[in-house]
């Protein structure tokens, strides 16, 4: 009896296993372009950008900081950014703590797709020492609209390399130039984020992308490497988080010392 009784559970879980995977494999076979995309009036995402600066062979730190932020996406026009703060941070597992407040990043709105911000005068009414942090901040949000823009062109374990991005050079005006070789993105799976069903998709570009920089007391030449991954939706095909890792090794053209920058930067939706 105990046996019959062991033989109907083990049929039981594994029945269980074979329909969870069935209805797992309908999602696997959607074709992304066929899913009607919803834009809400607004979306919102808690930001959080982290850096660190460190020797890339001596174990030295020389300092970790972060911002934290509100970013809002206003339908398809405008963004916005909110409650903009600052902290120091002692390595990049840690969340920010005792922020400081940077209200003349509050409010500061561009317009969706638009290239100003590769101009020196975008940055005008922001002051010389957080000028760098803006940059990253604004330079960052293309890769929500990057997702949106390649997810048509996805199939599920099918590497897709976007044309836009080879051989693809980017200046900012009194910054950097970065010059990308390639980008690799791939539907690698799915997950559940913020109640939604959501298709993996995860981007990289691992070749080493020449970048040069000039700023206050540093003319830099170096090499950029960033990876991520995106999370779509698919119900409504919009974007629920997104995390990048960017690491920058470059010379210091007055001193040649060596350096390396270490980002990890998320977006996540709230709204």
């Given amino acids: 009896m105990k046996r019959v009784i062991l033989s109907f559970v083990f049929l039981f879980i594994v029945s269980g296993i074979i329909a969870q995977d069935n209805s797992l494999s309908r999602y696997f076979d ?140 980017i200046a900012v005006e009194g910054s950097n130039t970065f010059s990308s070789s390639y980008l690799k993105c791939v539907w690698s799976g799915i997950t559940l984020c913020n109640d939604e069903i959501c298709a993996i998709v995860k981007f990289e570009s691992l070749n080493s992308q020449l970048i040069s920089y000039s700023g206050d007391k540093i003319v830099m030449k170096g090499r950029d490497m960033y990876y991520g991954e995106i999370l779509v939706s698919l119900n409504d095909k919009q974007i629920e988080r997104l995390v990048m890792v960017e690491d920058l090794v470059g010379e210091n053209q007055f001193d040649k010392n060596l350096f390396e920058m270490q980002r990890i930067v998320t977006f996540n939706k709230v709204k």
């Fill in 30 to 169: 959607v074709k992304l372009r066929d899913i009607e995309s919803i834009i809400p009036e607004k979306q919102e995402y808690d930001v959080v950008i982290k850096k660190q600066i460190l020797h890339p062979i001596e174990k030295m730190v020389y300092f970790t900081d972060a911002l934290k932020a509100t970013f809002r996406v206003h339908g398809t026009d405008s963004v916005v950014w909110h409650n903009v703060g600052w902290s120091r941070i002692d390595d990049l597992l840690q969340e920010p703590v005792q922020i400081v407040n940077w209200d003349e990043f509050n409010g500061r709105t561009h317009k969706t797709g638009s290239t100003d911000w590769l101009n020196e005068k975008f940055y005008s009414n922001i002051p010389q020492d957080k000028r760098e942090w803006a940059r990253m901040m604004t330079s960052d949000v293309p890769w929500l609209e990057f997702g949106k823009f390649i997810i048509d062109s996805l199939e599920f374990q099918k590497d897709y390399f976007p044309q836009i991005m080879d051989n693809k050079d």
